[in-house]
């Protein structure tokens, strides 16, 4: 223990007394390592982020029903608007009563419209209509007011619930409970004014009107799609439901058993496996990279290393005359080649720290911190400098005693 001490105090005074040097020896190790933890904690970061945001969206034990699906390019996206049929609040109708492990479908329609109340106008505002089983999805929480009730969505009646920064941006801190808001063109009273919750993906929660569904097929016509949302009686008949769900949405639109769905039908989970497969692939991408780093710093380690190896001949001549076995020299050169590796590991873990943290404070991107990047990012760097450490570390202990004496 107390030789690995020493050798370990050894290479670091080794470092500070050649700080130039010892920099460029390390750089591809620095590099490589940052890389990793910034980013595997915007990674990670992301992975909490767009969990949370697919739950909120979706929903957790619920599934949705669109025209489209899941597409992974605009071509997929157009081709599906060509030859799928908008989803009807009558196909609402058929999903709900298909089968009892259905608990309850939420159809609505979302689009943008002009808001106004008096002089001020708020140009296309996020406009979300619902049907009367919304509060069963919703996270909705009034600060002021309440929630529009089942009877007025059902009645169509022209009520409307807005978000904080609406609220904000057209009463200018007045109460808005009561108050009456043109929304692309019609009247609606205000019943009430949502909690904040703040941005996602950069995108603002806080700037938008929920109206009735009846409402909004008039604002924005019976020929745009709905979006079903559906919730099981029990968690775990999800698949079942959604079977019962597929079926009657084939039944009613009359397809045969070889036709393919023209419909969407999918889980925050499949969406969620979505990502993870980008991140993968970014992941990938990541390792290639950083074994190039590593790679190209282990050569440099290794070059720089044979010079200190040849500018203390001497010294090593003059251990091995006084009984310094082969292994004593290796144990040596190794030792201080794995320190200036892991050296280059440390800085280049918390300057991955720093980049992370600077992308999530200047962008909507989270970071989070996962002690097993660190880990990693040390071990990498401590077998780096092994490895490339071994020739020097050979060579080194190989030299002829007499011959190394009588290098100037």
């Known amino acids: 223990m107390t030789q690995l001490v020493e050798a370990v105090w ?15 020896m390390v750089l591809g190790n620095i590099v490589a390592v940052t890389s990793i933890i910034a980013v595997v904690s915007l990674i990670q970061g992301m992975n909490g982020y767009v969990s949370d945001a697919l739950v909120s969206e979706v929903g957790i034990g619920t599934f949705r029903i669109d025209r489209v699906g899941v597409v992974t390019d605009q071509e997929q996206e157009e081709e599906a608007q060509r030859r799928n049929p908008v989803i009807t609040l009558a196909e ?3 999903v709900r009563r298909a089968d009892p492990v259905i608990a309850a479908v939420l159809a609505e329609m979302s689009g943008r419209a002009n808001v106004s109340w008096r002089d001020e106008t708020l140009e296309t505002v996020r406009v979300r209509g619902v049907s009367t089983e919304y509060d069963q ?7 002021t007011g309440g929630l529009p009730t089942r009877l007025e969505i059902e009645r169509k009646r022209p009520v409307a619930y807005i978000g904080p920064e609406t609220a904000q941006k057209l009463f200018k801190g007045r109460s808005a409970t009561d108050q009456r808001i043109n929304v692309g063109g019609r009247h609606f009273r205000v019943v009430g004014v949502n909690e904040a919750k703040g941005s996602l993906f950069g995108n603002s929660q806080d700037d938008f009107v929920l109206i009735p569904l009846g409402q909004a097929l008039q604002l924005f016509g019976t020929r745009r799609s709905l979006e079903l949302t559906v919730k099981p009686r029990d968690p775990a008949l999800l698949e079942a439901a959604m079977e019962q769900a597929r079926l009657a949405m084939r039944i009613e639109r009359r397809l045969k058993p070889k036709d393919a769905d023209n419909f969407g039908l999918f889980t925050s989970d499949t969406l969620m496996n979505l990502w993870r497969q980008f991140s993968q692939g970014a992941f990938a991408v990541l390792i290639g990279i950083v074994s190039l780093s590593l790679v190209v710093g282990g050569i440099v380690i ?3 290393m044979l010079m200190v190896v040849s500018e203390r001949t001497r010294e090593i001549g003059l251990r091995k005359a006084l009984g310094a076995r082969k292994r004593d020299i290796v144990y040596q050169v190794l030792t201080e080649s794995t320190t200036l590796s892991v050296v280059g590991g440390v800085v280049g873990t918390a300057l991955g720290f720093a980049v992370a943290a600077l992308v999530a404070a200047l962008s909507p991107l989270p970071a989070a911190i996962e002690p097993w990047s660190v880990v990693l990012g040390i071990t990498m760097t401590a077998m780096v400098g092994l490895f490339f450490g071994l020739y020097p570390a050979v060579r080194a202990a190989n030299l002829d005693p007499i011959e190394a004496l009588r290098r100037e």
């Open 302 to 304: 290794m070059n720089i």
């Open 10 to 24: 050894l290479a670091l005074s080794s470092i500070w007394a050649n700080k130039l040097r010892s920099f460029m």
């Open 137 to 143: 999805f919703s996270d909705y929480v009034p600060v």
């Open 92 to 94: 609402a109708q058929v």
